[in-house]
């Protein structure tokens, strides 16, 4: 079984306190530098292919190519790979240039070979997403193959999802990664500012192959609040910018009033939305599989990972 968005049913809410992501009637930052985000845990592991699927492990990583937000659609668009031929039994995935991994080290079709026979051998419930894959061939240091035991239509969509994030070889390799995730998003590891079983710092990659866009944030800050009502009360309080709500709580932050908050019901196949008629034109924008956009119109902006507002 694929598993192409997190199971459960929560609702994430975004508090628009002085942050206007994600909404429709305004697309700038509002000079934010920093935003704080509240989960309801943290992985046990950075590492790429450790199974988690939840929106935080879109601060360092990215896969290969970007999933549409309709789930009907196979209007796929580049992101490590900017490039794809489909063939019956392969796909051929033209690669980013010019790419660097946080560590420094190239992002080239070794790293992307490596990555994939990782998820296949080590990517526990992932490594099913890529059962037809019967081998990946590095062609040149900018193409990959992927050649495939059967036809699979949807290994495309696969390719979009926490299966094919990339991951630096070096620190995979090293084992660092469990614990100080490297990728090749708009975001690197603050080792320095993070607390080991606490709060995440990410802050702006200054390598990052996408430069600067309006409304990024310089840095992320992720904690893990396990009780449902803290994590709501640090919401209300301000203490947080995005944070996982629980069901049974939604009406007490839309009471205390979180109107410009967006509401999506998280599914594993189906994502239900929650709607008023404020903000019903906005909710057409939300997509089952990653999060949307933060706070600019620009084409070039990078996804930020907040809780799966719109996943």
């Known amino acids: 079984m694929r598993l192409r968005s997190p199971i459960g049913g929560l609702l994430a809410v975004l508090a628009l306190t002085g942050l206007t992501a994600c909404s429709s009637d305004d697309t700038s930052s509002g000079g934010r530098s920093e935003v704080r985000l509240a989960f309801e845990g943290l992985p046990e592991s950075w590492a790429p292919h450790s199974g988690s699927v939840e929106a935080w492990m879109r601060a360092p990583y990215e896969a290969l190519l970007r999933l549409p937000t309709d789930p009907a659609s196979t209007d796929f668009q580049p992101e490590l790979a900017t490039k794809w031929t489909v063939e019956d039994k392969s796909i051929t995935l033209t690669l980013r240039e010019g790419v660097k991994f946080h560590d420094g080290s ?28 019967k081998d990946i061939e590095v062609v040149n240091d900018h193409t990959a193959k992927i050649n495939l035991k059967n036809s699979d239509p949807g290994l495309l969509r696969v390719l979009g999802t926490s299966a094919a994030y990339m991951g630096s070889p070096t620190a995979m390799k090293g084992g660092s990664i469990n614990k100080a995730p490297v990728g090749t998003g708009p975001w690197a590891y603050d080792a320095d500012n993070s607390v080991e079983g606490g709060e995440q710092v990410f802050a ?16 992320l800050r992720i904690q893990g609040i ?17 944070a996982d709500i629980d ?31 404020a903000r019903a034109t906005d909710w057409t924008k939300c997509g089952p599989y990653s999060p949307r956009p933060f706070a600019t119109g620009s ?4 996804r930020l990972p907040l809780p799966p507002l719109c996943v």
């Open 299 to 302: 084409a070039n902006t990078r």
């Open 204 to 219: 702006a990659f200054s390598g990052y192959w996408g430069g600067k866009a309006d409304g990024r944030p310089e840095s």
């Open 247 to 277: 069901p049974g709580l939604v009406q007490q932050a839309k009471n205390a009033g979180l109107a410009s908050a967006r509401l999506c019901r998280r599914r594993s196949a189906v994502n239900d939305r929650i709607t008023d008629s």
């Open 226 to 242: 396990d009780d449902p009502q803290a994590r709501t009360n640090a919401l209300l309080a301000g203490e947080v910018d995005a």
């Open 106 to 133: 190239a992002f080239d079709a070794e790293a992307v070979k490596l990555n994939l026979q990782d998820t296949i051998e080590n990517g526990g419930p992932l490594s099913g997403n890529l059962a037809s894959v």
